[in-house]
């Protein structure tokens, strides 16, 4: 009697996915329709079985009215459909997975609450468990990021996919990138989450073609992913096969409607080295930027900070710090870290003097770091170029002394490596920028008029008398 019923449950579905083959994409039947398993038909009520909630979810909000028509119809009749989350499909499904593949312990851990700890366990490892929303402080400068991340996490893949977070070093792009995995793993905490850094993944892929586990890689991301999560992807530049895969996991997740994140340091069309039909990709969906906080915005998260190590900063001290430290948050948390523990060491009171003692060399460098972009704006308001010719290759005699000029500049005040100013300077070699320094240096010791240019800029940049 079960087996017949059974049969008929098997063909029923069997009709359904073969009616579904004309109407939906391969990767949508392959991903969501084909895992599911049609466990019972009975009293005109089918019931289907999906390996978890986040499946059923998807299911539920994007085709049950597709699937119960089409059901009624291979039916012949009118039917209600019942969902079952299965957590033995998921083991069957994700059998490429090293990780999954191992035996479950006991029986009673292939089920029920014990499984969902653990894969909430091994899922969330990946992700630093400080970096969630609610210790993220959000100001002008970062609330359409913050809203936009919130949004995602909320409503995986049906709000902005892909979500592209663009922002410069150390302001809460990765912190973000966690969150939204924590968030949806706390709503969903079967929800199968990648998060990767693009370094780890150019080593994934490496691994993959080497040792022939292609298969088990396209399985890991195309199959077993619900929400994929890549942080600095700024960093695929350069990296072939990288990008020829990413695209491809690309196209997959997408078309399935799952959820992709990425961050970057530069915009799409700022990646250098990138294959145009990903640059593409990631505009189709959302930008946010994240900016450099504003000083309430730096207040803020010293104050939380503080507080989440239960330290009591007077306000002097906080806002010397959030006056001080403008461009990155990182080196905000930094120098209050390091206040902190002095502080706790050597027993003195937390005022301005010692906060101004303890971080000199900080303060420093922040305020040299900061002046590339000023040493390059200044240079060519003064020179009459615009600041993307300084940054340009083109070889015209008007460009190229104010170039070179900025560059040394940058590279005696700003306390810069040669690197970076390469970078820096629209991604120049730094033997490009050495070269340049050289020349000024030596130009300096015959060329008068340049020696007045370069005398009056330093007075300018005030770098003389600080
Ligand atoms: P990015 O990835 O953009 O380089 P991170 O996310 O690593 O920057 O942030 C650097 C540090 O600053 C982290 O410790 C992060 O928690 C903290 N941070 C950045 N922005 C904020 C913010 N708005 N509120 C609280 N902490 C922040
Ligand atoms: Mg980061």
Redesign the pocket.
């Known amino acids: 009697m079960t087996e017949l019923m059974t049969k008929t449950a098997t063909e029923l579905w069997g009709g359904f996915l073969t009616a579904a083959a004309g109407k939906l994409s391969a990767h949508v039947i392959d991903s969501w329709l084909a895992p599911i398993r049609c466990s019972r038909y009975e009293n005109a009520t089918v019931v289907l079985e999906v390996r978890d909630q986040f499946a059923r979810d998807w299911l539920r909000d994007h085709y049950v009215d597709f699937i119960r028509d089409e059901l009624s119809l291979v039916a012949g009749e009118s039917v209600a459909v019942d969902w079952i989350v299965n957590p033995e499909l998921r083991l069957a499904d994700t059998s490429a997975d090293d990780e999954t593949h191992a035996p479950p312990e006991s029986p009673t851990e292939r089920s029920g609450v014990t499984e969902t700890v653990d894969l909430e366990k091994r899922e969330s490892r990946q992700l630093n468990s ?2 969630v929303f609610d ?5 002008p400068s ?1 609330q359409f990021a ?1 809203a936009a991340c919130k949004a995602v996490a909320e409503n995986p893949a049906s709000s902005y996919n892909p979500l592209f977070l663009f ?12 969150a939204i995995g924590h968030q949806i793993l706390r709503e969903k905490p079967r929800a199968r989450i990648i998060y990767t850094s693009s370094e780890a993944f150019v080593n994934e892929v490496i691994n993959a073609v080497r040792f022939s586990k292609l298969d088990e890689f396209h399985n890991k991301y195309r199959r077993n992913c619900d929400v994929f999560l890549v ?2 992807i700024q960093l695929i530049a350069g990296k072939d096969r990288t990008q020829h895969e990413f695209f491809h996991i690309f196209n997959t997740l997408y078309d399935s409607q799952r959820q992709i994140v990425v ?1 970057s ?1 530069k915009l799409p069309h700022e990646i250098p080295d990138i294959e145009e039909r990903l640059r593409n990709r990631f505009q189709w969906g959302l930008i946010a930027d ?1 900016q450099p ?1 504003e000083i309430e ?1 730096r207040v ?2 010293l104050r ?2 503080a507080d989440s190590e239960r330290v009591v900063l007077a306000d002097e001290v906080i806002f010397f710090l959030a006056k001080n430290i403008r461009s ?3 080196e ?2 930094g120098a209050l870290v390091r206040l902190m523990a002095h502080a706790s060491l050597t027993g003195q009171p937390l005022n301005v003097d010692y906060a101004q003692a303890v971080l000199a060399d900080i303060l420093q460098s922040r305020s040299l770091s900061l002046s590339v972009e000023s040493i390059q704006k200044l240079v060519a308001s003064y020179y009459q170029v615009k600041i993307a010719d300084l940054k340009s290759s083109r070889r015209q005699r008007i460009l190229v002394r104010p170039r070179q000029v900025a560059m040394y500049l940058c590279r005696k005040h700003a306390g810069a490596s040669f690197p970076e100013l390469g970078t820096r300077f629209g991604d120049k070699d730094h033997t490009t920028i050495m070269s340049a320094c050289k020349k000024v240096d030596s130009l300096l010791k015959t060329d008068a008029a340049l020696r007045k240019e370069v005398l009056e800029l330093e007075r300018r940049l005030d770098v003389l008398n600080p």
């Open positions: 400080r970096y210790s993220f402080v959000s100001g970062n913050f922002g410069g070093v150390g302001l809460g792009k990765t912190h973000l990138l966690s942080d600095d961050t340091d994240v906080p915005t803020a998260i939380k900070k990155n948050v990182r905000l948390e």
